[in-house]
């Protein structure tokens, strides 16, 4: 009879963690179904990725379904063969490469945000050398696993991790750099929906970075070959983190429409007072007065309109290249 240990904490590990997943992948595909519902209009390459994102989440969650059944049906009275199982069945071993493949295929997306944001190529290239060094790590480590070899394939996994977090770090703090950055002497509404980008930044990707420390903490913690609260831990955060990336990318495009209604509505409000404080509104866009006069300005109508689209591209192209420009015009 295995250890109970083992079984606890490697067995019961794998079920908790494919248990997650699937949850987590249930969230996905309410967003899925939410962005394919609301953003018709998206260019084809951002749709091409969310369907892309689809197809490697579902895959992923089709293999912990044939991992569950074969540890659990398969080898139903057989301990050992189970947990033999992750060492010598490809469908597990292939597991940090599926890992790592959709960690590397979100990282892109945010990348491409990035550059949208900074116009910064070194960052840029910095970042994403970082993620495809950890992605040829994975595959290392991969190789190693089919090798049997356990004490290289530790080192490889935690040069992986570790790039990985490390890339993750950078990138999120650059993108909150930049965003101040034009913050900085924008008009107010504009000035308040990059706060609110930020805000959404740090919401979207606490989530899976925490995970990928948890992950890396615990994967190099306790003894090897042992069987700890560490391996545990390590297993449960490493089956969740794919769907936690993918999860921060789709609750980042869900969020431009929150965004640009917020945007909109603040468009509104700073752009009505005449000097009797009344307002006059068409629909989501509301008329300014000027004073005295009572006449509509048909100028403002065109900014309001451009500044709304502006919220809703923010991710998709370079939308804050003329935000500076736009703002001091607007000044003036």
Known sequence: MAPLPVVTFVLGAWDLGISGDLLLQGVLFAQFTHYFDLYKKDILLLRAFVGGLLVLTTLKSMQCLALLWVQNVVHFVDVFGAL??????????????????????????????????????????????????????????????????????????????????????????????FLLHHSTGAMPQTASMLKSIIKLTFQSAAPAAICALVNLICSQGGNVGSATGFSMLAIIANTLLPKLYAISAMWTLNSRRDLRLARSNGQNTSSTEGTSGRRARTNNVELGILSGAGNRVPIQVRTQVQTVQHSDDMFSKSALDDVDERDSTLKN
């Open 84 to 177: 033999n199982m992750f060492s010598q069945f490809w469908l597990s071993n292939i597991n940090i490469i599926l890992v790592a493949l959709i960690a590397f295929y979100v990282q892109l997306f945010f990348c491409q945000r990035l550059w949208a944001i900074s116009k910064n190529i070194y960052i840029v290239v910095l970042i994403v050398a970082l993620f495809g060094f950890a992605l040829l790590a994975a595959f290392v480590a991969t190789a190693f696993l089919f090798s049997d070899r356990t004490s290289p394939l530790r080192q490889w996994l935690a040069i992986h991790l570790a790039t990985v977090f490390a890339g993750d770090l950078i990138l999120c703090a650059s993108s909150i750099y």
